[in-house]
């Protein structure tokens, strides 16, 4: 058995990014733009005006003074002649500033009649924007976190399609004789397949795609045909068969597939019987089938080996310390993830922590997280956190 650090450190090993593809502006929120890109234009192209009222010379800017409105320029459409002393033009918010205007006063200091206007105050702001207040063509976005403030810079940039990493296809293929889909009449031993399904929605919401193949059974060539389904993908997941029954045959067929099994076994709980290693270009990761050692295991290492195979840096998730609101008794010798509530400021870990229990999993919003041989804790100590949502 290896510890869960090592096991994380030898599945990003394993893995690059993803290839780069362009794709437009509307499908890359919460992507990782690949590589810097440059700004097509300047924004605003041309001195615009900040507020709706009149564009003014400086000459002209003083409380009393009446001025002849020449023309209009409006957002999309502006004027074409100059401003000259003793004239002004009605302006609007965004319309581009005409020559020989230096300042723009908002219609609220104005009084206007008929073709002409007033100026009853003079206030600080030009209210005027320069050409290139905001960027300059050629201007760099650098790669990073494609965020819904930077997907309106680079839409204003004019740059319809950015780089981004591949999203990768994860093949993912629950096991066992005893399996059912939802919806379909379990037969009297038999019991409905879950931990897919969570484990296809942390895939996703990592930004992976999710390929569900058909539930695999408990012989050499059903399990192998399954695998086989699998071809073409980047990354493939098998839920159960891990363990050392008569049964779990999934390091039999994926090492008689050509797995080049990199490990097999971690010091955790649950999660013990993990396995991962190279299947021809895709990574295989053998995931336990007790529903909670898949939904640890999915949390724990495949959410940072996709962010690493979309760009990121495939760290450990974050984990934050926090108090004990109940005593716990100490820990064996596996790094145990325990589900646990939020209370207050502090985190209570649940007494049924059986791998089985989906029940106690949909009640726990974070996990405990305790080293191995963790002694026995009392209310109040500060124990490790991973949020679950
Ligand atoms: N003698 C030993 N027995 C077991 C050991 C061990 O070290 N020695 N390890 C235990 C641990 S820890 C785990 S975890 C499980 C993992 O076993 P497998 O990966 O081989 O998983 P299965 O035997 O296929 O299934 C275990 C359990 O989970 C249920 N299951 C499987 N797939 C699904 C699914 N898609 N949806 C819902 N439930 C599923 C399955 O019916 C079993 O009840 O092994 C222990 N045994
Ligand atoms: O490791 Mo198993 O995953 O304890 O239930």
């Known amino acids: 058995m290896i510890p869960v650090a090592e096991a994380l450190d030898r599945i990003c090993a394993l893995l690059s990014t993803m290839p780069v593809e362009h794709v437009p502006l509307r499908e890359c929120a919460g992507r990782i733009l690949a ?58 918010t965004g319309a581009p500033v005409p020559s020989g205007a230096q300042r723009v006063v908002i219609q609220e200091d104005v009084t206007r009649s008929l073709d002409s206007i007033t100026l009853n105050s003079i206030d600080q702001g ?106 073409g993908a980047d990354l493939i997941v098998t839920l159960g068969g891990a363990s050392v029954g008569d049964h779990d045959l999934v390091a039999q067929v994926a090492g008689d597939a050509g797995l080049a099994l990199d490990f097999y076994k971690v010091a955790m709980r649950p999660g013990k019987p993990l396995m991962a290693g190279r299947l021809g270009d895709a990574i295989m990761i053998g995931l336990p089938g007790n529903p909670v050692s898949a939904f640890v295991c999915a949390h724990v290492f495949l959410r940072p080996a996709l962010d690493r ?66 002694p026995a804790r009392i209310a109040g100590d500060m124990v490790e956190t991973i949020p679950l949502h």
């Open 35 to 92: 590589q810097p890109v440059s700004a097509r234009r300047t924004q605003p192209p041309f001195a615009a005006s900040a507020m709706d009222g009149y564009a003014i010379g400086e000459s002209d800017a003083q409380v009393g003074h009446s001025l002849r409105v020449v023309g209009e320029s409006q957002a999309g459409l502006g004027f074409n002649g100059e401003v000259s002393a003793g004239c002004a033009v009605r302006i609007f």
């Open 126 to 231: 030009l209210h005027i924007r320069p050409a290139g207040a905001d960027f300059s063509k050629g201007d760099i976005v650098s790669a990073g976190l494609i965020t819904p403030a930077r997907i309106a810079l680079l839409a204003a940039m004019n740059i319809a399609e950015v780089p981004v990493y591949r999203r990768p296809v994860v093949a993912l293929i629950a096991t066992g004789d005893e399996l059912v889909v939802p919806g379909e009449q379990p037969g009297p031993d038999q019991i409905v397949s879950s931990n897919i399904y969570a484990v296809t929605a942390i895939v996703q919401a990592a930004g992976a795609t999710p390929r569900i193949l058909p539930i695999a059974p408990d012989t050499l060539d059903g399990l192998r045909d399954v695998l086989d389904m699998a071809r």
């Open 309 to 374: 195979m979309l760009g990121g840096t495939g760290a450990p998730l974050p984990r934050s310390v926090m108090p004990l609101t109940k005593a716990l008794g100490p820990n064996a010798g596996r790094e145990h993830y325990m589900r646990a509530v939020r209370e207050g400021d502090g985190v209570r870990v649940y007494d049924r922590q059986d791998s089985s229990l989906l029940s106690v999993l949909d009640a726990s919003d974070i996990l405990v997280v305790r080293a191995p041989n963790d």
